[in-house]
Every structure is written in C-alpha cells, then in structure tokens.
C-alpha cells in the first residue's frame, strides 16, 4: 500500500502514525484516568533523544565522524552517557527504563501530595519548560539549540532511501495498531475498570481498600512510554531533534488533538491527530499564516458544540437512531470494580 505512494507522501504517513501514538498515550491518562497533562511533549522528546543518539553512535561506527556539535565543544568522544546506545534494543531498554523512571518519580510526588486538577497541568507544563530550557544548553551533549541531526544509517541500511522511508512509516503504523489494540484490551479488563473508578470516584475507590496511588501511577507510566515510543519513531523520520520538541506549544497542541478527535475513545484520539496534522501540513504548504486561526476555530466549536469531541458525533447518532437516552461510552458507571 505504501509502495504507491511518493516517498514525501510517505514520510508524512509515518509521521501522522507517530502523532497519532502520541495522542494515544494522552488520552490514555486523561480521557481514562482523568488526569490532564500538558507536559506529554517531555516524554515524546525523551523517546526521541534516545534515538538521535542511537541514531548518531550508529552513524559514527559507519562513518567514523563525529557529530558536529561534538567537533564544536571540543570533545574527541561521545559523552559517557552514550555507552552501548549504538545496539538498538539497549536503546529501546532505556527507553523505557528512562521514561519510566522520570514518569514514576514525577508521579509518585505528585499523586502522592494529592495534586490534581489544574494544579497538576501546570506543574506538567513547568517540568516541559525546564526541560526545554536544560537541552538548550550546548555542554549538556544533546546538541544544544541546533539539535542532532546528520542520520547517515538507520539500522544499518543508508538513512533516506525509499526502502528506509517505507519502513519507517510501515514500523510507525503496525506500532500504532498494536497500542490501540493492547490498550483496548487492556482497558476492557479489570484494571481499566479500576483506573475509571478512579477517576470517577477516587475517594470511595480507596475507602474500599484499593491504593489509588499505585493505579495512578501504573497508568501514568504507562502512558509515558508510549509517547517515549513515538518519539523514537517520529526522530528518524524526520531527520532531526532540537528542544523544539520540549517547547509548552507541542504539549498543548496534543491535548487539543485528542479535545477534538474526543477523548475517552482511543479512536477519537487517533483521528484528532491524523485530522488536524493533516490538514496542518496540507495548509502550511499553502497559506501557513491562516493555520493559527483554523486551528482556534476548531477548539471553539469543540467547547462550544461538541465537549465530547468529534467522536461523540456517533455517539448521538446512534442514540437518535435508537430513540433512548444513552451516555456517551467514557461516561457510562462502572458496573463492578472488585476483583
């Protein structure tokens, strides 16, 4: 299917996967547990600094190069911190460990201390921005305000060439079925009841005896490495990562794809993005100037009309056809909480 396609048509496919894995692992944590982030930008360029370094050490045993900014600081070798990151499944293992531990140890303060709400958006937001502000500095070794870039392989085969760029997207897409999948199912067992009781009422939840802490976290991490996922495969992709990708702007636009697509529906986050990064990179071909606009517009209508997203518009045709009042899925009580 993707062989049809033009290679630039293809990398943009890709790219919407990766958005749209993205927005999976936000509306995980706040269309499920009820917990808005607007720092999710911090794990997606975890996810992708990771690979830039993979990326970088794999290029250097090809090549024998040192990365540009290394050469401009002076250092004749890559900073310890580097070791083993050119073996790709050491780099997917920290990864994980990386995204996961900066997750638990946010988490754990903060569910800890009962922060929530608006309270806890904002401290998400101020960790991104702290971050951005850490990896514009050129002697942490992430490459400073230019970023890294200079792919020359990815996996071993020469970065650019169109077998490279369909698998990257093919990559990208079974990796966004196979979340959307596993979520689902994950959701539909015992500990997605749970992490809606917990949103619902997590007062009762731990009166009963469950240690809301633990579920809170367990979903909070988990949704962190899913965006670590994504970044790595939006990095390759594109060809470069700079601390753009931590900026405040990101993290907000994901929310507003998933407050579009509808949030609680797993679908109707995927949709969100693919829909509004779409027709971003269509508009921005065109007339970047008017995208700003069209992008408010949608957040208007969405608060005004549709506080359930786009994805609550089957929700009410279904009901209409009916002729009974139904909630919407995401608000339907959960029957049996207990084990």
């Known amino acids: 299917m993707l062989g049809g396609l033009s290679p630039f048509l293809v990398n943009v496919v890709g790219q919407l996967a990766a958005f749209a894995l993205l927005a999976l692992s936000l509306d995980l944590i706040w269309g499920y547990a009820g917990i808005l982030s607007l720092g999710h930008g911090l794990y997606f360029a975890v996810g992708g600094y990771i690979a830039a370094m993979h990326l970088l050490k794999s290029s250097y045993a090809a090549t024998g190069i040192l990365p540009d900014f290394l050469q401009f600081m002076g250092w004749s070798e890559f900073p310890s911190f580097w070791w083993g990151l050119e073996s790709f499944p050491y780099a997917l293992i920290m990864l994980c460990l990386v995204s996961g531990v900066v997750a638990f140890v946010f988490g754990y303060v903060s569910f800890r201390s009962r922060v929530g709400g608006v309270y806890f958006a904002i401290i998400t937001q101020a960790l991104v921005y702290v971050a951005m502000l850490l990896m514009f500095r050129n002697d942490t070794g ?57 949103r619902d009422d997590e007062v009762r939840l731990r009166t009963l005896g469950y240690r809301t802490l633990s579920i809170k976290l367990g979903v909070w991490c988990l949704s962190a490495v899913i965006a670590a996922l994504a970044g790595m495969l939006y990095v390759p992709q594109v060809g470069i990562i700079n601390p753009r990708l931590l900026s405040p702007e990101l993290s907000i636009e994901i929310a507003v794809w998933v407050a579009i697509g509808g949030r609680g529906y797993l679908t109707g ?40 997203g786009f994805a609550d518009i089957g929700e009410r045709l279904r009901t209409v056809r009916s002729g009974a009042l139904r909630l919407p899925r995401r608000l339907r009580p959960v029957r049996d909480s207990r084990p």
């Not at 369909?166 to 959701?187: E, K, N, P």
């Not at 990064?277 to 100037?289: G, Y």
């Open 142 to 198: 992430f490459g400073g305000n230019n970023g890294m870039t200079g792919f020359a392989v990815i996996l071993g085969f020469p970065a650019g060439s169109r077998a490279v760029t369909v698998g990257l997207a093919a990559a990208s897409l079974a990796v966004l079925l196979a979340v959307l999948v596993g979520l689902r199912l994950l959701l539909a067992g015992r500990f997605g009841r749970l992490v809606l009781a917990c």
């Open 269 to 308: 986050a995927v949709v969100g993005a693919v829909c509004v990064n779409a027709l971003k990179f269509w508009l921005t071909t065109r007339a970047p100037e008017l995208w700003p606009f069209i992008l408010s517009g949608f957040v208007v209508i969405v608060v005004l009309l549709l506080p359930n």
